[in-house]
Nanobody, 126 residues
């Protein structure tokens, strides 16, 4: 069992930056593939970034390429999402997800993840 708690969301102006954190419980953090997804009102959940247990990072979602960076700190059991050059269309609830059975080719599939955080709201507005 893994519990995920996101933090770091908030209100930011266009062009600004935020860093989201996802703290994972349990000593098996290093055994899990992890990812970030987001969901805006009225839209489907969208893949942002993901990494396998061996730190192989999947291609970023097209809408965030070159602006967002995923990373994980095994010592702190924490997954991060650094978001730069934020745009109003980045406004959404951002979710952290984890699963021990995901291979590289499945990182972008939201249905493959068993564990989800509660989400953190990111609002980009002037």
């Amino acid at each position: 069992q893994v519990q995920l708690v996101e933090s770091g969301g908030g209100l930011v102006q266009p062009g600004g930056s935020l860093r989201l954190s996802c703290a994972a419980s349990g000593r098996t953090f290093r055994s899990y593939a992890m990812a970030w997804f987001r969901q805006a009102p009225g839209k489907e959940r969208e893949f942002i970034a993901g990494t396998t247990r061996n730190n192989n990072i999947a291609p970023y979602g097209d809408s965030v390429k070159g602006r967002f960076t995923i990373s994980r700190d095994r010592a702190k059991n924490t997954l991060y999402l650094q978001m730069n050059s934020l745009k109003p269309e980045d406004t959404a609830v951002y979710y952290c997800a984890a699963d021990s059975g995901i291979i590289f080719s499945s990182l972008q599939n939201a249905n493959a993840y068993a564990y989800w955080g509660q989400g953190t709201q990111v609002t980009v507005s002037s």
